[in-house]
């Protein structure tokens, strides 16, 4: 079965900073990866996904993350991040079969002046 | 665009009351899901269905039932509210073009 897992509950950059949230997926098959965001009180958006095309995926906000199939891994960066940008950040690997998706269990991104 | 609307924002039921969470999508598709978030967990599965009358158990079914007789519509059951089903509880449906799209979610709160 596939599983993820995120390092860190909480992040905390400065304006300005690198933002770096880490995914690492487990997948018996080639995998389905997505980043999505939650702002406080909202259903989830989804920033970006991977679907076996190009291993760097661009997405909205300026958010970017890397495929490494030798490192099961999944980033999201963006370079420099902004006060808007905090909100909690989840990573999730698509199922076979129904698409049904696994979630890992989210990072909190805080950002300070 | 497409939508995933949730009927109810903010819930609040008695242990023991039948509880009905509402989601309707307005795209026609066949997918829908329903997920339990709560704080340091992330999202869990709970009841998915892939058709019209048809479901299956997520990763967490128990204390749930769910109902699809209209194809825009998925219902989420609590058959006997308990404490600790509290918790926040998000609806998706999803297409090969699109994707998941998500409700905004009901956040239930079982006194």
């Known amino acids: 079965a596939q599983s993820v897992t995120q390092l860190g509950s909480h992040v905390s950059v400065s304006e300005g900073a690198l933002v770096l949230l880490r995914c690492n997926y487990s997948?018996?098959?080639?995998?389905?990866l997505f980043w999505y965001v939650q702002y406080p009180n909202q259903g989830l958006q989804l920033l970006l996904k991977y679907t076996s095309a190009a291993t760097l995926v661009k997405g909205i906000n300026g958010f970017e993350a890397e495929f490494k199939k030798s490192e099961t891994s999944f980033h999201l960066t963006k370079p420099s991040a902004h006060m808007s940008d905090a909100a909690e950040y989840f990573c999730a690997v698509r199922n076979s079969g129904y698409s049904t998706l696994t979630f890992g269990k989210g990072t909190m991104l805080l950002v300070s002046p | 665009d497409v939508k995933v609307t949730q009927s109810s924002r903010y819930l609040v039921k008695r242990t023991g009351e039948k509880v009905f969470l509402e989601c309707v999508q307005d795209?026609?598709?066949?997918?829908m899901f329903w997920y339990r978030q709560d704080p340091g967990l992330g999202l869990r599965l709970i009841y998915f269905s892939y058709d019209v009358k048809m479901k299956e158990k997520g990763d967490i079914p128990e204390g749930y039932s769910v109902s699809r007789e209209k194809k825009e519509r998925f219902s989420l059951i609590l058959e006997s509210a308990s404490t600790n089903q509290t918790s926040m509880y998000l609806c998706a449906s999803v297409d090969e073009r699109y994707g998941y799209t998500f409700g905004s979610g009901t956040r239930l709160t079982v006194v």
């Open positions: 997948s018996s098959v080639p995998p389905y």
């Open positions: 795209m026609d598709h066949e997918n």
